[in-house]
C-alpha cells in the first residue's frame, strides 16, 4: 500500500448468517477466531497483522481468479468494481483509493475500528494455519454494522504479509464462533 502502511487484505463471511447465530446465543459468551494459511512474508522475518472493520457503503465483487487483474466488476485498490465508481466511506462520500477507507490522511492511524487482539506471524509460519482472535465488540460490528462490508487483515511500514485465500484448496479462511457459558 505504500507510505507507513503495508499489505491490507479483504476477507468477508456470512455476515447475515454470523448475526443469525450471534443473535441465538445473545445470553451466551460467543468467542471467536479467524484461521488463515499464512504464505512467507515479504521484506521482514515478522510481521504483525491487525484486523479493521471495512465501513463503507460500496459493495464490492472479489474476484475469482488467483493472482490476475480484475476483470469487469470485481474488486481493486481504486474501486470496489473495476470500471465502476470509486471506493466511498461510511458516509457515502468518494474516496481516492482503499486506504482512505481504514486510515487516516497520514496512513498512520486507523479510522474504523481495530480489534483488540493482532497475530505475529514468522518465517516458520508458512504453510501453516494461524489464528487471530476477534474481540467480542469487533465481532458485533462485523456482524451487525451497518456500513460493515468485511473485514481488513493489514501490516504497517514495509512489512508484507499474505495468506491463502478461498481459490487455494485447504487453506480457505475460516471464521470459529464457540458458544460458551451464560453471560
Given at each position: 500500500?505504500?507510505g507507513?502502511?503495508?499489505?491490507?487484505?479483504?476477507?468477508?463471511?456470512?455476515?447475515?448468517?454470523?448475526?443469525?447465530?450471534?443473535?441465538?446465543?445473545?445470553?451466551?459468551?460467543i468467542?471467536?477466531?479467524?484461521?488463515?494459511?499464512?504464505?512467507?512474508?515479504?521484506?521482514?522475518?515478522?510481521?504483525?497483522v491487525?484486523?479493521?472493520?471495512l465501513?463503507?457503503?460500496?459493495?464490492?465483487?472479489?474476484g475469482?481468479?488467483?493472482?490476475?487483474?480484475?476483470?469487469?466488476?470485481?474488486?481493486?485498490?481504486?474501486?470496489?468494481?473495476?470500471?465502476?465508481?470509486?471506493?466511498?466511506?461510511?458516509?457515502?462520500?468518494?474516496?481516492?483509493?482503499?486506504?482512505?477507507?481504514?486510515?487516516?490522511?497520514?496512513?498512520?492511524?486507523?479510522?474504523?475500528?481495530?480489534?483488540?487482539?493482532?497475530?505475529?506471524?514468522?518465517?516458520?509460519?508458512?504453510g501453516?494455519?494461524?489464528?487471530?482472535?476477534?474481540?467480542?465488540?469487533?465481532?458485533?460490528?462485523?456482524?451487525?454494522?451497518?456500513?460493515?462490508?468485511?473485514?481488513?487483515?493489514?501490516?504497517?511500514?514495509?512489512?508484507?504479509?499474505?495468506?491463502?485465500?478461498?481459490?487455494?484448496?485447504?487453506?480457505?479462511?475460516?471464521?470459529?464462533?464457540?458458544v460458551?457459558?451464560?453471560?
Amino acid at each position: 500500500l505504500g507510505g507507513k502502511s503495508g499489505e491490507a487484505i479483504v476477507l468477508d463471511f456470512q455476515r447475515k448468517a454470523i448475526a443469525l447465530f450471534l443473535d441465538a446465543y445473545k445470553d451466551k459468551q460467543i468467542s471467536a477466531h479467524l484461521v488463515i494459511v499464512c504464505k512467507p512474508t515479504q521484506s521482514s522475518p515478522a510481521a504483525t497483522v491487525e484486523a479493521v472493520i471495512l465501513d463503507t457503503t460500496s459493495d464490492w465483487t472479489e474476484g475469482t481468479k488467483l493472482g490476475n487483474t480484475a476483470a469487469e466488476g470485481e474488486v481493486t485498490f481504486s474501486a470496489p468494481q473495476f470500471g465502476g465508481k470509486p471506493w466511498t466511506n461510511a458516509e457515502g462520500k468518494a474516496v481516492a483509493d482503499f486506504r482512505e477507507l481504514f486510515y487516516d490522511k497520514d496512513y498512520d492511524k486507523f479510522r474504523t475500528l481495530v480489534n483488540s487482539h493482532t497475530l505475529q506471524i514468522g518465517p516458520d509460519d508458512k504453510g501453516k494455519p494461524v489464528k487471530l482472535e476477534l474481540d467480542a465488540k469487533f465481532l458485533e460490528s462485523f456482524a451487525h454494522g451497518p456500513t460493515c462490508k468485511g473485514l481488513i487483515l493489514c501490516t504497517r511500514g514495509d512489512v508484507m504479509a499474505d495468506f491463502s485465500s478461498r481459490e487455494q484448496s485447504g487453506q480457505v479462511p475460516t471464521l470459529v464462533l464457540t458458544v460458551g457459558d451464560k453471560k
